[in-house]
């Protein structure tokens, strides 16, 4: 199979004429029609069939022409990349995965204002198992997740077996997020019963995914909560949050920039510490703007801990009452 091959199967199907490709391709119609039959013959697939009024594609036809139009994109792609005639020099390239973390979004914009002229940068928020399998593949340069006591055994060994490392950047103690009215408010800490009457809200997983990837922090009372929703998107979890009693766990976390109106954290007691970190693969020298990125995490990260702890100090316990559910 060849591109040149492709290129016959998908112009005539654009064209639903065997001949008339041919005369767009400033080709023999025999010429074209003997190069289709090859191909057909090796993938032992009909691409058309054949009538006076021209082709039609046969089911395998359609499927294989929507791969040989994607092969053939980037066959062009690469070629305006990396061909004779590109003359400017090659962008930088860098990629974050991260679980839903605002911090992480504030460090990735910090990256932004020195950064080259020209840049590919992506930020993708998952859940854990896919920011890990991100960084295992090399799509993302980074992984940005948080580890307990409870996860560390499964998760270290997990990083291991892929020949990743994990860096701790801070350890933060674990916290509810709930509006800003919410009753838990008027503690100073909350208990692990105190959540009890409440609806608990999570991230969704994929089936099969064990527990210790959750992005909240696992208690006890989380394996069989009285009500519980399960979102997909940081914005929906916070807007919950925000109009109803529900609770969440995690870092708790927030930004001066990202923080999200009307929700609040509150501390939990007697909590083992969460370890914040970034996962990169080990015996691969890390790139500049990795190295950079992690600086500017840091501070991000520094930034969020003393703004959560001053909205935490700044709660007066006397949260306005709405309906919950």
């Known amino acids: 199979m060849t591109f040149q091959q492709l290129t016959y199967v998908v112009e005539i199907s654009r064209c ?5 490709a041919a005369h767009k391709l400033l080709l023999s119609q025999s ?3 003997t190069a289709v039959r090859e191909l057909e013959e090796e993938l032992g ?20 022409i929507s791969y040989a139009i994607s092969l053939l994109e980037q066959k062009q792609r690469i070629e305006s990349l990396y061909g004779e005639g590109r003359s400017a020099a090659a962008p930088t390239r860098f990629s974050v995965s991260t679980q839903r973390y605002p911090f992480t979004e504030d460090a990735f914009l910090r990256l ?16 854990m198992d896919a920011v890990i399998q991100d960084v295992f593949e090399r799509r993302s340069d980074v992984g940005v997740i948080s580890i307990t006591d409870l996860t560390e055994k499964m998760i270290c060994r997990l990083l291991d077996s892929r020949e990743l490392s994990f860096q701790v950047l801070a350890a933060v103690d674990p916290c509810i997020y709930v509006r800003a009215g919410h009753p838990l408010t008027k503690k100073a800490s ?10 608990y809200v999570s991230f969704e997983h994929t089936q099969g995914v064990a527990a210790d990837f959750s992005e909240e922090y696992q208690m ?3 394996k069989r909560p009285q009500c519980c929703l399960s979102v997909n998107s940081r914005a929906v979890m916070m807007d919950i949050l925000s109009r109803t009693d529900a ?3 995690g870092s708790g976390l927030l930004t001066k920039e990202f923080s999200p109106e009307g929700v609040v954290t509150l501390p939990l007691a007697d909590k083992a510490a969460i370890r914040i970190g970034c996962i990169l693969p080990k015996n691969v020298r890390p790139t500049a703007e990795t190295e950079r990125f992690i600086t500017l995490l840091q501070e991000a990260l520094a930034d969020a801990i003393r703004h959560t702890k001053a909205l935490q100090s700044a709660l007066d316990g006397k949260g306005a009452s709405s309906p919950s559910i």
């Not at 054949?50 to 294989?64: I, L």
């Open 16 to 20: 639903g004429s065997i001949n008339k």
């Open 31 to 33: 010429g074209i029609s």
């Open 45 to 64: 697939i009909r691409f058309f069939l054949r009538s006076n009024r021209g082709v039609e594609c046969t089911p395998e036809g359609k499927e294989f």
């Open 112 to 127: 932004l204002p020195g950064s080259d002229p020209g840049y590919r940068f992506s930020l993708r928020e998952d859940g």
């Open 190 to 199: 909350v208990a692990e019963d105190d959540l009890a009457p409440y609806p």
């Open 220 to 222: 006890v009372s989380m």
């Open 247 to 249: 609770f969440t766990t």
